[in-house]
């Protein structure tokens, strides 16, 4: 049974920085592209950033080129670093692929940026 589990966030004040994991077990993420994704409070989940399986990233342009995507394939392991961070990137941060035709998704990791 693969399992995707995100950590890393956390309160920040505006201007400040976090880096999201979000760690594979049971599925490779390396064969797959992999992404981010939010959602705020009242508001309907939104893409943030996919890597590829060969590495190439997008972003959402509400994070460019605040963001950063990588995947690290020995850790079977994808990040997200976050800087400049706004009360408006206020969200739980999921992570989400495809493997073998099946959608996995994070449960969640909440990121509080404050004013």
């Known amino acids: 049974q693969g399992q995707l589990v995100e950590s890393g966030g956390g309160w920040v004040q505006a201007g400040g920085s976090l880096t999201l994991s979000c760690a594979a077990s049971g599925i490779t993420l390396s064969t797959n592209g992999v992404a981010w994704h939010r959602q705020a409070p009242d508001k309907q989940r939104e893409w943030v950033a996919t890597v590829a399986s060969g590495g190439a990233t997008r972003y959402a342009d509400s994070v460019n080129p605040r963001f950063h995507i990588w995947r690290d394939n020995a850790k079977n392991t994808v990040y997200l670093q976050m800087t400049s961070l706004t009360p408006q990137d206020t969200a739980v941060y999921y992570c989400?692929?495809?493997?073998?035709?099946?959608?996995?998704w994070g449960q969640g990791t909440q990121v509080t940026v404050s004013s």
């Open positions: 989400n692929t495809n493997n073998r035709g099946r959608n996995y």
